[in-house]
């Protein structure tokens, strides 16, 4: 497959259970060496770029993750800021303005004194959000990162990567299950089938009834409502 994600623009990867979502993501970014073909960032073959530099350029959130249980989410998100450190180096003043900002802007301040395990599944969903985020990187890239939230702390996190995304300038790349969320949040959409790329466009031309029904074998409507930007998903009743 041919794809091209730009640096400004929120993409988001769609597809159903084992289409190659994941792993097309960790190709994007260095997890997953390609058999065949080649992945560039800014025209340079990103084997070949230093790990520190692209650390400062691309933040990777993956569907799994762990940290030692007793580590305090204010060294975790601490460690975003380890490309920009030599080893012998402490947190500077910036580093720590940093750290704040990304505990702020993901809601997790008032978690930083808590050690990682006393964390919810939410909480430290929202934690590891901001280490990635104290990387400061152009692109961010999100496997799955509404997973173990609710449906307040979904939408807060979507609200969370559209502010990243117009405020701060940061692209974003992610896998997402919530078509909705796709649909509203997107600049633009690659939906994938059978470990292929089956289409790629803005949300409205990409999240068809024909596509859903051809990629998902699910038959529903999208439907304009007087009031909203963006179409709604309404599924046929379960019957
Ligand atoms: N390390 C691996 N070794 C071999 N096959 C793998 C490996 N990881 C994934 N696969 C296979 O590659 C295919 C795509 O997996 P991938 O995890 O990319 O799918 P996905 O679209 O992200 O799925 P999901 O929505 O279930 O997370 C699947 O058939 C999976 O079994």
């Not at 947190?91 to 993901?106: G, M, P, Q, S, V």
């Not at 590891?128 to 990187?137: E, G, M, Y």
Request: net charge neutral; hydrophobic share 35%; proline share 5%.
């Amino acid at each position: 497959m041919d794809i091209t994600v730009k640096k400004g623009e929120i993409t988001t990867i769609i597809g159903p259970n084992g289409s190659g979502k994941s792993t097309l993501l960790k190709a994007l970014t260095r997890l997953l060496r390609c058999s065949m073909g080649c992945v560039y960032l800014n025209q340079e073959d990103l084997y070949n770029i230093d790990s520190k530099k692209l650390a400062k350029c691309i933040g990777v959130l993956p569907q799994r993750h762990c940290a030692p249980p007793d580590f305090k989410v204010r060294d975790l998100v601490g460690y975003g800021r380890v490309p920009y450190q030599k080893w012998y180096e402490h947190n500077t003043e910036e580093d720590e303005k940093i750290i704040e900002w990304a505990l702020k802007a993901t809601g997790t301040w008032a978690l930083r004194d808590k050690s990682i395990q006393e964390c919810s599944g939410g909480e430290s969903q929202r934690v590891w959000i901001a280490t990635v985020l104290a990387q400061q990187p152009e692109i961010l890239f999100l496997d799955e990162p509404t997973t173990y939230l609710d449906i307040a702390h979904q939408q807060e996190t979507m609200k969370l990567v559209k502010r990243l995304n117009h405020e701060a300038g940061i692209g974003v790349v992610m896998v997402l299950h919530d078509l909705s969320h796709a649909l509203e949040i997107s600049d633009r959409i690659i939906v994938l089938k059978n470990g292929c790329k089956y289409g790629e466009g803005r949300p409205q031309d990409i999240i068809t009834p024909k596509m859903m029904r051809e990629v998902y074998d699910v038959d529903c409507d999208v439907v304009q409502i007087p009031g909203r930007k963006k179409p709604l998903i309404m599924f046929k009743e379960i019957s």
